[in-house]
């Protein structure tokens, strides 16, 4: 955790890795004692688990050492056709396989938990590569948020047949780019529908790993994707320690974050907000702030010279390259930031409304 100061008061800043899988899921491995001490070595503040329709995780947990990391337990579900892939927490059990998307996404509502649709639009620009594992189900809408940024689906997706499938995997960070088009304009649609859903970005880590005969490798292996893409949280007051899991899905579901490549830079000095010079009040992602509160602007400051867009109701309404911008906010609607290094994407932020 570090503490930022944004516009004269104190913030809260945790970063997490979500979307985790153990040697409890058929394609994991890495026990979670390994993770966790991963988590700590690449100073990361929070974990989430999500096996493959698996809880079993949980016995690990009394092993656990003494550490600072906080360790969400969930379940990555998917349907009998092995599409809608749905990341679940705060349920007690697995729920069925017979289960369709419409269903357990109604089901992990109904009993107060919380749910992120998975990989929404992968795409494979080789038909020779691996499946694509879509969400389908978008008649529903009692989920909770969306992954907009896997890292895994986006590697998968740039490996072409036969002349860069080495380069891929020797130097994986570099088909890293940025959240596809697709799901960036289906994340502005449903908050542009007054749904509300927040975005988080996900490793998808599995540490995959290959013998032949005493020789063992691991490929894409968690110490490396950790740091990759994370979800930061801000906060206004600490989570609290004996409430950490509830205090951390609360924020992911409120959309009070956003979503980094640790590749690029450490956005140590990032913070963005709106605020009233008037009455000095602010909106952080994911909160709102009246249009009535009168001279509202949207701040952005980094520690590096960037190229900064601002998008409005999906929208882009500015474009600039600079470490710092104030842009004078005069209509209703969300307000997110997207930030490039290059041609790369590196940060981008929850939804902030004017209402």
Wanted: with cysteine.
């Amino acid at each position: 955790m570090i503490k930022k100061s944004v516009f004269g008061k104190e913030i809260f800043e945790y970063t997490g890795v979500i979307h985790v899988h153990t040697e409890h899921s058929f394609d994991g491995h890495g026990s979670l004692v390994n993770i966790v001490k991963t988590a700590e070595k690449l100073n990361v503040d929070f974990v989430c688990i999500t096996d493959h329709r698996s809880l079993e995780v949980r016995n690990d947990l009394s092993a656990l050492p003494q550490s600072n990391i906080h360790v969400l337990i969930g379940y990555e579900m998917n349907d009998v056709a092995k599409n809608n892939h749905y990341l679940i927490f705060n349920v007690d059990k697995v729920f069925p396989l017979s289960m369709s998307a419409e269903e357990y996404v109604e089901k992990t509502s109904k009993v107060g938990g919380t749910g992120f649709i998975a990989h929404p639009f992968e795409k494979r620009r080789s038909k020779r590569t691996l499946r694509t594992y879509n969400w389908t189900s978008w008649n529903v809408d009692e989920f909770d948020g969306i992954e907009i940024w896997n890292y895994i689906s986006e590697w998968t997706d740039r490996l072409r047949i036969p002349w860069n499938v080495l380069p891929k995997i020797l130097f994986p960070n570099t088909s890293i780019k940025r959240p596809g088009k697709k799901v960036l304009k289906k994340w502005d649609e449903l908050n542009c529908n007054g749904l509300k859903k927040p975005g988080i970005g996900s490793v998808d880590s599995h540490e995959n790993r290959y013998s032949v005969g005493p020789i063992s490798i691991s490929f894409l292996p968690h110490r490396k994707l950790f740091g990759t893409i994370r979800t930061n949280i801000q906060t206004r007051q600490p989570i609290s320690t004996e409430n950490a899991t509830r205090e951390i899905l609360a924020y992911l579901k409120n959309g009070n974050s956003y979503i980094v490549n640790y590749t690029h830079a450490d956005p140590y000095m990032f913070y963005c907000g709106i605020e009233s010079k008037s009455s000095e009040k602010f909106a952080l992602p994911g909160e709102e702030i009246s249009l009535e509160e009168k001279d509202l602007y949207l701040f952005i400051y980094l520690q590096q010279d960037c190229h900064i867009k601002i998008i409005h109701n999906g929208n882009l309404v500015h474009t600039e390259y600079m470490n710092k911008v104030s842009y004078p906010i005069t209509e209703k609607g969300f307000y997110r930031i997207e930030v490039f290094i290059g041609l790369k994407g590196w940060l981008f932020t929850n939804p902030m409304y004017v209402v």
